[in-house]
């Protein structure tokens, strides 16, 4: 079985741009997470998706966007990109079969760098 | 609200050396444990994970952990460690609607 996949890997933009990463579930997991990742604040939960709703949101502002389509894959979008931004923004996926946690595997990480 | 703390930043062992990484958590309730690994520029591997039942907890590469509900602790272990273990280890607790908190990651390094 496949794993998690996030597209693309790594991206270049500048401060007030915006940009949309991509996450693709393994087959058959119906939850995706999104956290983001930086050396001063680590592992930080950004939100998550069940079944194209948003279950759980983290304490980000609002230019952190997502969305899931009906086959489980789910984007993640910033607006107005602040270098703070720079981070590896990782995705996991679990099946989640019922309101209980459920083991996530992530995917490689997308690394976005903002100049 | 959960959290977890990894008391050690860095450790360095050598090569075939026991290990031994810290985790402490806080939970109202009965929590979902994990250890990840990560590889520079990688994402994180699961290791191992405690739902309920046996508190010692086998993993994958050889590394074992053990819940203590009394001491709020799920230390990782591994008996010999390889210069391949080198790696970030993250500890993390997980409660109700995959709303997961990771620890600040303990960076093992692996003397030859």
């Known amino acids: 079985k496949a794993g998690v996949t996030q597209t693309p890997r790594y991206l270049i933009k500048t401060r007030g741009q915006q940009v949309t990463l991509s996450c693709s579930p393994i087959?058959?997991?119906?939850?995706v997470s999104w956290y983001q990742q930086t050396p001063g604040q680590g592992l930080q939960f950004l939100f998550e998706y069940f079944s194209e709703t948003q279950r759980n949101k983290g304490n980000f502002p609002g230019r952190f966007s997502g969305r899931q389509f009906s086959n489980s894959r789910s984007e993640m979008n910033v607006s107005t990109l602040e270098l703070g931004d720079s981070a590896l923004y990782l995705c996991?996926?679990?099946?989640?079969?019922?309101?209980?946690?459920?083991?996530?595997?992530f995917g490689p990480g997308t690394r976005l760098t903002v100049l | 609200a959960q959290s977890v703390t990894q008391p050690d930043i860095h450790i360095t062992v050598s090569e075939g050396a026991s290990l031994e990484l810290r985790c402490n958590y806080s939970?109202?309730?009965?929590?979902?444990l994990f250890w990840y690994v990560q590889s520079p520029g990688q994402g994180l591997q699961l290791l191992l994970k405690?739902?309920?039942?046996?508190?010692l907890v086998q993993g994958i590469k050889g590394f074992e952990a053990e819940f203590k509900r009394s001491q709020s602790s799920f230390n990782l272990r591994k008996p010999s460690v390889h210069w391949s273990d080198a790696a970030e280890y993250f500890c993390?607790?997980?409660?109700?609607?995959?709303?997961?908190?990771f620890g600040a990651g303990t960076r093992l390094t692996v003397k030859p």
């Open positions: 996991a996926s679990s099946q989640l079969t019922g309101t209980s946690t459920d083991t996530q595997y």
């Open positions: 993390a607790v997980g409660a109700r609607n995959n709303d997961m908190r």
């Open positions: 939970y109202g309730a009965t929590p979902y």
């Open positions: 087959s058959g997991h119906r939850s």
């Open positions: 405690y739902f309920s039942g046996d508190t």
